[in-house]
Every structure is written in C-alpha cells, then in structure tokens.
C-alpha cells in the first residue's frame, strides 16, 4: 500500500475507527488513547496501570507478555458501563512504548446472535405450547366441573326414584297389587344397575386416566367373544325391537391373544351404544374378519348418526353432557373413550364413520398379539 | 379506562407503529413490550397487533436490510425480539372459541426463518382453529402417526428459502397419495417468483400468498363444508 495513505489511516484509526488504542509505557501505564477507546472505557483511565483495565491478569501485565508475540490475545477489559468486555489486541512495540489495538471479536458476536436467535425461536415455541396446553387445561378443568354437575343430578335422580319407590312399597303395606309391586321393584333394580353402572365407568375411567391399565393376556378366540355378546345382548335389542344380525364365517377360527374381559367390555360398550341409539324396529349389523395380523369387528346401526361437529370429540372424555338414546336411555359419555384406551393398550384402535340421521359403524382392530401402547 | 370503538382503536394502535419500529430496531425490548401491553389493555383488535405491528415490522426491518440500512445482526435480533413479543399475545389467543378445525402447519428446516409459520399458525387460531406448529419440516410420518380425532383438516406449510422447494414437492407429492381428501396449501417468500396456477397444476396444492389471503381461502373452505 502506498505510504501516501499512512497518515488518513492513522487518522481513521485513532480517531474513527470502532477499534480500541492504548498507548502504554514499558511500566504499564497508559500514555494516550484513542477516540473510541474514549468513549468505551473512561477518559480518566490516562495515567492508570494497565492492570486497573484489563482484567483476569492474575499475575499482572509485564512487557514480556505481549513482546514476541505475533496473534492477537483476547483480553477483557472493564468498559464504563460496568459490563467488561471482550477485545482482540495486537500489541506492537517501539521506542520503550507499546501500542495496543483491540478489535471486537466480530466472528464470535455473529455466532452468538444466530444462536440466541435460534434459541429464542425454540423458547418461544415451547412457550406457544404451555401457554396452549394451559388453554386447554383450564377448558377441560372447566368441562370436568360441569362433567361432575351432571354426575351428580344423575346420581340424585336415581337415588330419588329408589327412595320413592321404597317409601310407596313401605307406606302402602299389602295395598299394592303384585304387579304395581313389581313394577316399582323393577325400577329400584333399574336405577341401582344404572348407578353401578356409572361408578364402575368412572373407577375404570379413574384407572384408566392414572395409567394403571395392566392386561392380562391370554389365548382365545375373539370370534366367540362377538358371538357371546350377541347372545347377551338380544333380549335388550328385543325389547327395541331390534334385529342384532352377524354377518361372519361362524367356523373360521383365529387365536388372539389379548385381555379377553377387557376385549368383551369393549364390544359390550359399543353393542349397547348401538341399541342405545337404534330406532324400534332397526337392525344391527356385526362383521368380523381377519386381516394380517390383526382381528377385525365392525358393528354397524341404522340409528341416530354422529353430527361431524361431535364425531372428533366422541373419545374425548369428560364431555359435559351424553346423549340421550332414542328411548331416553341414558349413558356417562365415558364409554368410549375407556374403550379406545383399552384397545390402544392392546396396540389396536376404534375407529367410527357416522352420518347424522343415517347411522354409524364402529370399527375394532385387535392386534392377534397385544403389544402395549403405554 | 377508556374504551375505544373498533375503528379508533385501529387508528390509535396505528398512531404507535413509528415509535415501535424504532424501539424494535434499537433493539428496546422494554420499549415493544410496553407498546404491545398497552395495545392489549385497549382491546386492539389482535389480528391488527399481528398484521399491523408484527408483520410490518417484519417487512420493514427486512427493507431495511435490503436497503444496506441494517445488518443482518440487527435484522436477527428485531425478529427474535418480535417472536418474543408474539408470546405476549398467547394468554389471549388461545383463550379464543374454537370452530372445531385443526390445522397442521409446518416451516422449513432454518431456525431463524421460521416466525413466517409461526404467524400464520397463529393467525389460523385468530381465526378459531385449533392449530398444531410442528417448529419443523413436515414429513409423510407427521400424518401416518396420527389418530383419527388428532387427524387435521388442512395442512399448511410456510418455507422461505426457494432452494427447500423440491424436497417439499417429493413429501406433498407423497401425502397427496395417501391422503387425497387432505387439503394443503403452502406460502412463504419462498414461493415469491413462482407462478400460483403452474404450482397448482404441477402439485395440486394451492399457493397462498399472505395473511388476507389465508382468512379467504379459509372463508371459503367454511363455505365448501357448509354445503357439503
């Protein structure tokens, strides 16, 4: 370079320039700095040792610590702000003077801001997470209070109708009729089974949501668990009037092995779901099938359907409210999604297409061999 | 307080949009955050705060970059210091009814060019969707792992750098196929020199180019579903 451009250098560099510049005698004390220096430490650190503005120098400067020495060094200094400061000095030498030239660490500050950009768009993302899982915590905390309202009236209508029906059966003595007597026992058992019914559901549910769900698997034949429920459950369908048909090689045979109780509980949830809400006089259609590895069962109705709107949340628990059946049969709404998680535990799933007004299909998978989800 | 029509609200939020570029490019993080809160303790619409202050920002900060007004540093940080800011927001967002969709919106693969998709995942729950951000590129396993109640009914990518574009083709090509019925649509700067019908015909899959044409193109689908 031409030395023409020495002095306008120096000018830049002393005058302009974001660079730090110490002029320091061989006794360590600062002679002369530059105009950024200035600016960054404290006018007044003229005339101090250089030890009071470079830090972590255990021992101290001595001139053999920069004489030699051809890379810059990494020196801290305290700025006067109070944050000390990174800088990276070249250090000449002449005339019993040292000149230090200190230059940010430019490489370094890009790294860290790519990194504490990328680090915060991570942060960020997790705390769009919390703040939406918090969202939806607070929804369901709020549908689990109202879950429990219903619950509740259920449980104080069935007790009602049960003490009812005792004080008329205690009050009346021999008055009534063996078929009044009956009736009113009849609806005492009903309303005791629909209350057991309901804890059970929600222990099972209780379990279930704690993650205490164990299998114990064993061998079977999942096609006589189908034909099992069928038979249970046709003199619940008679009374609707409803045809339960199978539609399945009877003599086909395959050997599952899974929870067989839980497998039964399961097509029992959704055999009385499908009567529940068949109309008088429809029929329910059960196909069973094998397909690779796993045992298929789908039960199809002709009944009320699923509005789209619903059809997501069916296995969601805790919905606030289940819907009446076509006869006004009632029901927890826990069914189902105690069921889905039986069947996720097994490795299988429920799967449902429904059509408001039309009907709707459930459709079990059974692996042949449970492998656990949990 | 003083309660402010929706109108003058808009106008007043406009008022403070000078003072909070110049907070964001001084790197004022108290500064923004205080605008924002404000902005929220008058009600101001929160589409305006994301359309009027978040995004805008975002295009004039890299206006600014394009003009060799600022570094790319200082163009880092603004957008971090923005995607702080849009957390101030969430308490409220989601908080927000939902319509019973979900969206699943995926970006590309570079950190610090993913706050686009954040916005539009954003704007879909501005809009009632209930929106899953993957923080990452979609891939076929994203949708294969899915329940069926988990199942989303639209996908949306966001990408910016164009040279990402072919990977993205080969997953919708491959998503397409196994999900037909799913509709996608992609957008991003990524996509700025590529013609919107040519995209259409070669993948099927519809190119949105900004916020008010999402909130059309999602008016629509509503529309579509209601006649089904």
């Known amino acids: 370079m031409s030395p023409k451009f020495a002095p306008c250098m120096i000018e830049y560099v002393w005058k302009q320039s974001e660079i730090l510049g110490l002029l320091v005698s061989k006794d360590g004390l600062i002679l002369e700095i530059n105009g950024y220096t200035e600016q960054k430490l404290h006018p007044e650190v003229i005339g101090k040792n250089i030890n009071q503005v470079f830090l972590f120098l255990p021992e101290g400067w001595h001139p053999e610590l920069c004489l030699h020495r051809d890379n810059a060094e990494l020196y801290a200094v305290a700025t006067g702000n109070g944050h000390p400061e990174n800088f990276l000095f070249l250090t000449f030498y002449a005339d019993d003077t040292f000149l230090f030239l200190g230059q940010p660490p430019f490489e370094d500050t890009a790294t860290n801001t790519t990194l504490l950009s990328s680090l915060t768009t991570d942060l960020t993302h997790i705390s769009r997470q919390l703040e939406k899982k918090n969202a939806e915590l607070k929804n369901a905390n709020q549908v689990k209070n109202e879950f429990l309202g219903v619950i509740a009236l259920d449980i104080r209508s069935a007790v009602s109708t049960i003490s009812d029906a005792a004080t008329m059966m205690a009050d009346a003595g021999d008055a009534f009729t063996a078929e009044i007597q009956k009736a009113l026992l009849d609806s005492i058992r009903d309303q005791s089974n629909f209350m057991r019914n309901l804890v059970t559901q929600l222990l099972d549910f209780r379990s279930i949501e704690t993650g205490i769900i164990s299998l114990h698997l064993e061998s079977f034949n999942p096609l006589e668990i189908v034909n099992t429920t069928i038979l249970y459950y046709q003199l619940m369908a008679k009374k609707k009037a409803i045809n339960l048909h199978s539609n399945f090689p009877q003599d086909a045979c395959s050997i599952a092995v899974a929870d067989k109780q839980k497998f039964q509980q399961v097509l029992h949830h959704l055999c009385s779901n499908a009567i529940k809400f068949s109309f008088t006089g429809s029929s329910i259609t059960f196909r069973s099938w094998w397909e690779e590895a796993s045992f298929f069962v789908a039960i199809e109705d002709n009944g009320t359907g699923i509005a789209p709107g619903t059809l997501r949340s069916i296995f969601t628990p805790l919905r606030s409210s289940s819907t009446l059946g076509t006869t006004g049969e009632r029901g927890t709404g826990l069914g189902l999604p105690i069921s889905q998680k039986i069947m996720k535990a097994h490795g299988g799933k429920i799967r449902v297409k429904s059509e408001l007004g039309k009907g709707s299909t459930f459709l079990v998978e059974l692996p042949l061999k449970a492998h656990s989800q949990q | ?228």
């Open chain 2, 1 to 228: 307080m003083v309660k402010h029509s929706a109108s003058s609200a808009t106008k007043l939020a406009a008022s403070y949009y000078p003072q909070y570029l110049q907070d964001l490019l001084g790197c004022n993080y108290a500064a923004c955050e205080a605008t924002i809160k404000q902005l929220l303790t008058l009600e101001v619409d929160l589409k305006e705060i994301y359309t009027g202050f978040f995004q805008r920002s975002l295009y004039d900060v890299g206006r600014l970059w394009e003009q060799n007004k600022i570094t790319v540093s200082k163009e880092h940080v603004a957008t971090a210091l923005t995607e702080t800011l849009i957390t101030l927001l969430y308490p409220v967002l989601f908080q927000r009814p939902r319509a019973g969709r979900k969206a699943m919106i995926a970006c590309g693969a570079e950190g610090t060019h993913r706050i686009g998709a954040k916005i539009v995942a954003d704007y879909f729950e501005l809009l009632g969707w209930d929106c899953e951000f993957l923080n990452e590129p979609l891939t076929f396993k994203h949708l294969a792992e899915k329940d069926d109640a988990d199942f989303p009914d639209l996908l949306a990518h966001s990408l910016s750098l164009s040279f990402q574009i072919p990977i993205l083709e080969q997953e919708l090509h491959l998503i397409k196929t196994h999900f037909p019925q799913l509709p996608m649509i992609v957008g991003g700067q990524a996509f700025t020199k590529i013609d919107d019908s040519a995209w259409q015909n070669k993948t099927g899959v519809t190119l949105v180019r900004n916020l008010d044409a999402l909130e059309a193109y999602l008016l629509q689908y509503e529309c579509r579903k209601v006649g089904e």
